[in-house]
């Protein structure tokens, strides 16, 4: 029996930080992190309806992050595709684990402000 896993996320949400980009010191790639937030609605046991958010962390690297760095802004809705990646750090002594997303894609589904000038259609 053959054994294969599928590790891929899909999420549209806010931008819930302002977006951090950076050069990493060690191999030169460009970097752009930020929070997203999602949010989902249900229905309680009684009936009402409820509402739940959830943050994530979103990591772009290469040109797709120096892209997006220019125009991606707190608060737009995107869409991001992506798959799960889990590492380990030191924080005061403490081991510490930290679950990102490292997306592959990230599109902006906020539309464009109208440009002065621009006829309305």
């Known amino acids: 029996m053959p054994h294969f896993g599928l590790n891929r996320v899909l999420l549209i949400g806010q931008v819930a930080?302002?977006?951090?980009?950076?050069?990493?010191?060690?191999?030169?790639?460009?970097?752009?992190?930020?929070?997203l937030r999602t949010r989902e609605r249900y229905h309680d046991p009684a009936g009402a309806e409820k509402e739940r958010q959830a943050f994530h962390t979103i990591v772009v690297w290469g040109n797709h992050a120096r892209a997006l760095e220019a125009f991606l802004?707190?608060?737009?809705?995107?869409?991001?595709?992506?798959?799960?990646?889990?590492?380990?750090?030191?924080?005061?002594?403490?081991k510490r684990y930290e679950t990102e997303v490292v997306a592959s894609s990230v599109v902006?589904?906020?539309p464009r402000p109208a440009e002065a000038g621009a006829d309305a259609a």
Do not use: C, N
């Open 17 to 35: 930080s302002a977006p951090r980009f950076k050069i990493t010191s060690h191999k030169q790639m460009p970097r752009l992190w930020f929070r």
């Open 108 to 110: 902006v589904l906020t």
């Open 73 to 94: 802004r707190e608060h737009q809705t995107v869409a991001v595709d992506g798959r799960l990646a889990s590492h380990a750090y030191e924080l005061a002594g403490q």
